[in-house]
């Protein structure tokens, strides 16, 4: 479906947002998608009629926002880390300005994906098994204990950056190895082989859940932002039962991370039919390739009405 996107706030809720710095860029190695995120937030809010402003935070945060002048609340579209860690969740928290998303614990949790799945794993919630990679000595031991073929992720990345495939103790140390460039935190994981699906998360509410194939050999960062291949499939091409049991798992895992306001929860389902979360997302892309617009638009929420939803959760207060 495609959603007439004329949306615009009252007068009332505009004077009630105020001043709003959308912050974007960063330094992160998602800087690049950050950017064009924040972009598309920032013409989205002033076209719906909000008082919006880009505000490029790269470098010192808070140098940046005093220059830029006073902001009654913010809009959060940095990924990666330095963004989307808790970092900037934190500074605004003392800084007394309301922001949009999760807080300081949901943020740094879902940005370290090894400990997203300890917590996981302590709720009870189904997630592949996995370890954490200390050196390239431990190469044989975790193929040994784990099931090939396996995942090496730099543990706090986001938009599947540095994240391998393999098979051998061999290429589970050249993975590691570069897994390591990119973060000393490297996670290795069983290989789910079937469905890949996304749930985004809107307030209480769990979106249309989306299905992904693609010609590479996951949904990898060129899948993600660079690719015209990929194929979403919305609806998803779950049954009811299943579609509505992912749906209820990725709730369940948003609030277990503490999460809020909204985010993605990424999902394998293995031959069996049976689910297992990856991670979550507290600062999904907003980009022209983004999922969370995409299932949105599938509930008939407008980009517009998206983002400006996003923000008035930052007129309730913060639990």
Not at 167 to 189: F, G, H, M, S
Not at 208 to 225: C, Q, R, S, W
Not at 290 to 298: D, G, I, Y
Request: hydrophobic residues 45%; proline residues 3%.
């Amino acid at each position: 479906m495609t959603v007439t996107d004329e949306f615009r706030v009252s007068a009332e809720q505009a004077r009630a947002l105020g001043r709003v710095a959308v912050l974007m860029g960063g330094d992160s190695a998602e800087r690049s998608v950050s950017l064009k995120s924040g972009q598309a937030v920032t013409d989205a809010l002033q076209a719906a009629g909000v008082d919006a402003h880009a505000v490029d935070v790269q470098g010192n945060a808070i140098l940046k926002l005093a220059a830029e002048g006073q902001f009654d609340r913010c809009f959060i579209a940095l990924h990666g880390r330095g963004g989307e860690d808790g970092t900037p969740q934190a500074i605004l928290d003392q800084a007394g300005v309301p922001y949009t998303g999760s807080g300081v614990l949901a943020s740094a949790l879902g940005m370290d994906k090894l400990r997203t799945k300890y917590a996981f794993a302590g709720a009870g919630l189904p997630t592949p098994a996995f370890r954490l990679m200390r050196s390239l000595e431990e190469a044989e031991a975790i193929l040994g204990e784990l099931r090939a073929p396996l995942g090496v992720k730099p543990a706090r990345e986001g938009s599947s950056i540095g994240i391998g495939k393999v098979e051998t103790v061999a290429e589970l140390k050249e993975a590691y190895i570069q897994a390591c460039e990119l973060d000393p935190l490297v996670l290795v994981e069983e290989w789910i082989t079937g469905g890949e699906y996304t749930v985004s998360i809107l307030g209480e509410q769990a979106l249309p859940v989306i299905g992904l194939a693609t010609d590479h050999t996951f949904y990898d960062f060129e899948a993600k932002y660079l690719s015209d291949d990929t194929h979403y499939m919305l609806p998803s091409g779950l049954d009811s039962g299943h579609e509505q049991r992912i749906r209820e798992l990725s709730l369940e895992a948003f609030r277990v991370i503490d999460g809020c306001g909204w985010g993605r929860v990424d999902v394998m389902q293995d031959a069996a039919g049976d689910f297992w979360l990856l991670e979550v997302n507290t600062i999904p892309g907003m980009t022209d390739h983004s999922l969370v617009p995409m299932a949105a638009e599938a509930a008939g929420i407008g980009f517009r009405e998206l983002c400006v939803r996003i923000l008035e959760q930052t007129l309730e207060v913060r639990a």
